[in-house]
């Protein structure tokens, strides 16, 4: 009787996730091209994935950059699972929209919850009554399993959650209904746990500059997979460029050893993932977060091959969008806009010899542009002269958290600030607009109000093009202050970005120097209109004005981002 007693009152084992999935998890023939009991020996580069994910791991922010055909959604549904059986407590799944959340509840986690007898248990069948199981909501003892899309304000704050998976943030909006960035709505649901709090980010990343899970990859530890050369043992993660083959000839391709360069075949993946090992490639900023990087190139045997990637990429050449599809899907990198080079010879010889921190004598006003980062405000001091003439006078960065007080009022003595002028007397800036779209929207909407400095311009980017008016507003928003929601205290002025790139394609050559807000170019171009549009890097620019300068050799282009 004492035995059982104490069988009965001891604690169920602690289990990763990675040892809960090999107990319990099965994969039916709905989700799994592979049905039957889960096998981390499949794809072993998902054990220490999923394992950071455990309650008993430090993490509290995991970050996985990867391909397409890795298995990562099916780790992220083994935590989900690990969570329901395990260790109950509120969880939310955020999908891009809330359509795609209900396909993956359709898909994904039903079948889950059908397939695997340990979870089958606990969660009632959704045709039950009262059973607390719909399509967006999953109940079971101890928690509740929440799925909302990015795009929905309402879905992300509508409960406390210990644990969260975010999936393809890549693909979630810049703003949600004008509060903010959906991942930093999210993670303030899990807040009140503290320490206890866990996050998964995954994503096949998107444009370079804009993925959002480049930049949370960059900001961790760079984790990459080692795996051994099966002739030297060298140990390297694995590189597109040492992928070779005979032009013409995919099957042909063969990975080559960056020590030894001896040729593995694709029959080798199954050693080679087998005795592979994470390894950090770099300090994380915060201790807390850890990232994963894995391209298809690991794919296991019978998955991608690497023949297969060899034809993807012979029949992408020549077709810009299919290599950015390859390079984002297949390599899990971010793809780099590029454009052609200006003639520099002719814009070296048009430099102006001007000190930054002064204002030249040609300028007559004084404008300033504000981005928003996640530990600093980045500002920019542009003088404008007629003919929208300007001159890049500073580029000012006030470092510290946005929701802080401290950087805020730097920027108000910025503001205060004379900037002495070439020839004499002293210039205050007129204007200056603040981007507020970002992590960390309503903070920047309380100190902004806090400052009330009639100068100060709050400012959003939305997509879509509005010829007759591509600034609109003010919109009275709300904003706390203190603790104290003051409805309607703060005006919001909304600038609408341009998508189409037609003055890159009928012209092919641009050259331009930027601010955050507004922008001047001087450019070699045959022709340029107002309301033209091109890509500078990552940004989509406006044309509102242009006109030939008095030597009749380039253009002078007011833009806009």
Known sequence: ??????AMLRPPPQLTVSEWAERHRMLGSRASAEPGPWRTSRTPYLKDVMDALSAVHPARRVVFMKGAQVGATESGNNWLGYIMHHVPAPALAVQPT?????????QRIDPLLEETPALRERVAPARARDSGNTMLSKEFPGGILVLTGANSAVGLRSMTARFLFLDEVDAYPGDVAGEGDPIALAEARARTFGWRRKAFLVSTPTIAGRSRIEREYLASDQRRFFVPCTACGEMQWLRFERLLWEKGAPETARYHCTACDHPMQEHDKTAMLGAGEWRATAEGQDPHTIGFHISALYSPVGWLSWEQIAR????????????????????????????????????????????????????????????????????????????????????????GSPRDREPWDELARLLARDWPRQGGGAMRIARLCVDTGGRDTAAVYGHLRRLRD??????????????????QGPTPVDALVNG???RRSLKLWTVVRSAPDRLGDA???????????LTVAIAVLPSVEADDTFTLGTDILTVLHAERDAAGIAWR???RR
């Not at 809330?98 to 359709?106: I, N, P």
Request: with cysteine; charged share 30%; aromatic share 10%.
């Open 1 to 6: 009787m004492r035995r059982r007693v104490g």
């Open 98 to 106: 809330v359509e795609l959340a209900k396909r993956f509840s359709r």
């Open 312 to 399: 993807d990429w012979e029949a992408a050449q020549g077709k810009p969008e299919d290599i950015k599809t390859f390079k984002n899907t297949v390599l899990g990198e971010t793809w780099q806009e590029q454009g052609e080079a200006p003639d520099w010879e002719r814009l070296v010889e048009r430099r102006e010899d001007f000190a930054m921190g002064v204002v030249p004598t040609g300028a007559l006003v004084l404008t300033a542009g504000v981005d928003v980062q996640d530990d600093r405000l980045e500002c920019d001091v542009w003088g404008w002269a007629e003919g929208f003439s300007s001159w890049l006078v500073d580029h000012v960065v006030i470092q």
């Open 454 to 471: 009639p100068r100060i311009a709050p400012t959003k980017g939305i997509d879509g093009w509005n010829r007759a008016q591509p600034v």
């Open 484 to 486: 104290q929601k003051l």
């Open 507 to 517: 012209f092919g050559t641009s050259a331009i120097q930027a601010s955050d807000v």
């Open 557 to 559: 282009v007011f833009c």
